[in-house]
T-cell receptor
Framework: GAGVSQSPSNKVTEKGKDVELRCDPISGHTALYWYRQSLGQGLEFLIYFQGNSAPDKSGLPSDRFSAERTGGSVSTLTIQRTQQEDSAVYLC???????????????FGPGTRLTVL | GQQVMQIPQYQHVQEGEDFTTYCNSSTTLSNIQWYKQRPGGHPVFLIQLVKSGEVKKQKRLTFQFGEAKKNSSLHITATQTTDVGTYFCAVTTSGTYKYIFGTGTRLKVLA
């Protein structure tokens, strides 16, 4: 079956513009994570969804960042008034169940590379 | 806040040599996952450890969870060029939803 897909694969935008990143998780996966990875760095947790609700938004860097998930499936990460420090690869991952389950292997998408000029 | 350190940051080995990376947490963990990320790729799940002192093996890879559930190790026996990449641990603690990724160990294997 299909894996996690993300779009666009690359996004170049100007400082101050809004961007929307999309994630299509594996069908049937209830948990969804967003991470950010700067060049040569580790993964920074942004937000976690269980179904359509986000019990943990603690990783969102500022109020310019928001995310939603609809129908327990597709998720969008929106960054308003982008800044140059927002440039990074944004990775989405889904898992069959939440973190309390043994079935929480995370399957990652290919990521969206965001460049803010 | 919780800190997760991996050592070493970089490791260059000759093909056939062994390799070990360590993941250390400042707090007691609920479980730990290990991922491998090839250059230009995305992280791929390797294993999950949940029990104190647990040891799991996958062919040439051996994973161990410390008795106090604060550290873990990944050991690769007789490295091959296909082992090249960055190895990350990802940890979670009881009562939290987030996975904190370690700083990663970048492995280079010289043929």
């Amino acid at each position: 079956g299909a894996g996690v897909s993300q779009s666009p694969s690359n996004k170049v935008t100007e400082k101050g513009k809004d961007v929307e990143l999309r994630c299509d998780p594996i069908s049937g996966h209830t948990a969804l994570y967003w991470y950010r990875q700067s060049l040569g760095q580790g993964l920074e947790f942004l937000i976690y969804f269980q179904g359509n609700s986000a019990p943990d938004k603690s990783g969102l860097p500022s109020d310019r960042f928001s995310a939603e998930r609809t129908g327990g499936s597709v998720s969008t990460l929106t960054i308003q008034r982008t800044q140059q420090e927002d440039s990074a690869v944004y990775l989405c991952a889904s898992s069959l169940a939440g973190h309390r389950s043994v079935y929480n292997e995370q399957f990652f998408g290919p990521g969206t590379r965001l460049t803010v000029l | 806040g919780q800190q997760v350190m991996q050592i070493p940051q970089y490791q260059h080995v000759q093909e056939g040599e062994d390799f070990t990376t360590y993941c250390n947490s400042s707090t007691t963990l609920s479980n730990i996952q290990w991922y491998k990320q090839r250059p230009g790729g995305h992280p791929v799940f390797l294993i999950q450890l949940v029990k104190s002192g647990e040891v799991k093996k996958q062919k040439r890879l051996t994973f161990q969870f410390g008795e106090a559930k604060k550290n873990s190790s990944l050991h690769i026996t007789a490295t091959q060029t296909t082992d090249v990449g960055t190895y990350f641990c990802a940890v979670t603690t009881s009562g939290t939803y987030k996975y904190i990724f370690g700083t990663g160990t970048r492995l280079k294997v010289l043929a």
